[in-house]
């Protein structure tokens, strides 16, 4: 049988933890690394709904996408959100891996799913951060060709919220055909700079500022929020995936419970 330390290794393997961005927090935050994994819960975040239902199925431990630990805690108490989902976690016994800027970055990743998911061709990268020990480079944000070119930014906004499932698409139309597009998952709004250089008309991210789209209008180009949850669910059922193949004889599924947070029209 697997411990939670083999699924640390097997996910160090695939984006190693290394190469998580200095404000990160990815890793194994939570739990016992020798203790015996049967059930693999695997959510975007780990919230106190995702910790509860962990518990509930019987898994061991909870992968995840964003880290259950970002800021230093100074405690651990149920007076507060974290320390009521750190005590779900430790009281259920529950251990927590999670994988970040790290999956961000690496191939198969955040962002190559969200490029797969929108149905790009010819993906690349879109900015390069380094390169692993084996001479393959790795970043984060992914430029790619769309399908069917021609579209406006309006009616490519509504493709975008169709293929992601998304609450809602804030845009703005940079006045350009929608034919070459950069995709940056969850908060990328400060790699603009980024898509216009590599020559895209679009760029569909998250979390993006008012001058951020002040920003992107005056340059000529599309810039799409599809909303951070939206464009980085995407790599939960790939890491799904990759924790089967990795681990057969273990029960791996998605967190039926967890979901977008807010609403849109």
Same mark, same amino acid.
């Not at 180009?221 to 909303?227: E, K, M, P």
């Given at each position: 049988? !697997?411990?939670?330390?083999?699924?640390?290794?097997? $996910? &160090?393997?695939?984006?190693?933890?290394?190469?998580?961005?200095?404000?990160? &927090?990815?890793?194994?935050?939570?739990?016992?690394?020798?203790?015996?994994? /049967?059930? @693999?819960?695997?959510? $975007?975040?780990?919230?106190?709904?995702?910790?509860?239902?962990?518990?509930?199925?019987?898994?061991?431990?909870?992968?995840?996408?964003?880290?259950?630990?970002?800021?230093?805690?100074?405690?651990?108490?149920?007076?507060?959100? +974290?320390?009521? @989902?750190?005590?779900? $976690?430790?009281?259920?016994?529950?251990?927590?891996?999670?994988?970040? +800027?790290?999956?961000?970055?690496?191939?198969?990743?955040?962002?190559?799913?969200?490029?797969? !998911?929108?149905?790009?061709? %010819?993906?690349?990268?879109?900015? %390069?951060?380094?390169?692993?020990?084996?001479?393959?480079?790795?970043? @984060?944000?992914?430029?790619?060709?769309?399908?069917?070119?021609?579209?406006?930014?309006? !009616?490519?906004?509504? #493709?975008?919220? /169709?293929?992601? &499932?998304? !609450?809602?698409?804030? #845009?703005?139309?940079?006045?350009?055909?929608?034919?070459?597009?950069?995709?940056?998952?969850?908060?990328?709004?400060?790699? $603009?700079?980024?898509?216009?250089?590599?020559?895209?008309? /679009?760029?569909?991210?998250?979390?993006?500022? #008012?001058? +951020?789209?002040?920003?992107?209008?005056?340059?000529?180009? &599309?810039?799409?929020?599809?909303?951070?949850?939206? /464009?980085?669910?995407?790599?939960?059922?790939?890491?799904?995936?990759?924790?089967?193949?990795?681990?057969?004889?273990?029960?791996?599924?998605?967190?039926?419970?967890?979901?977008?947070? #807010?609403?849109?029209?």
């Amino acid at each position: 049988m !697997a411990a939670v330390k083999d699924v640390y290794e097997a $996910l &160090n393997q695939w984006a190693p933890f290394e190469i998580q961005m200095d404000f990160d &927090n990815a890793g194994f935050l939570v739990g016992h690394g020798d203790r015996e994994v /049967t059930k @693999i819960l695997v959510a $975007l975040d780990i919230t106190r709904e995702v910790a509860q239902e962990a518990a509930d199925w019987g898994a061991q431990l909870v992968v995840s996408h964003h880290p259950v630990i970002f800021h230093p805690a100074r405690s651990v108490t149920d007076t507060d959100p +974290t320390g009521q @989902i750190l005590l779900e $976690l430790i009281e259920g016994g529950v251990a927590a891996i999670c994988a970040h +800027t790290n999956l961000d970055a690496a191939q198969g990743g955040v962002n190559d799913c969200l490029a797969q !998911a929108l149905e790009l061709s %010819q993906i690349s990268q879109l900015h %390069q951060d380094g390169v692993l020990k084996d001479g393959s480079a790795y970043g @984060i944000g992914r430029v790619g060709f769309v399908r069917s070119e021609g579209l406006s930014a309006g !009616a490519y906004a509504d #493709y975008v919220k /169709t293929r992601l &499932n998304a !609450a809602s698409v804030r #845009y703005v139309d940079g006045g350009m055909p929608v034919s070459k597009v950069a995709v940056g998952g969850g908060s990328c709004g400060s790699m $603009l700079s980024d898509a216009v250089a590599a020559g895209c008309d /679009t760029f569909v991210t998250a979390d993006v500022k #008012y001058d +951020t789209f002040l920003q992107a209008k005056a340059l000529g180009i &599309n810039l799409l929020d599809a909303g951070h949850f939206a /464009t980085e669910q995407v790599v939960c059922p790939s890491l799904a995936a990759f924790l089967s193949r990795s681990f057969p004889q273990l029960e791996v599924r998605m967190s039926q419970r967890h979901g977008e947070v #807010y609403s849109g029209v």
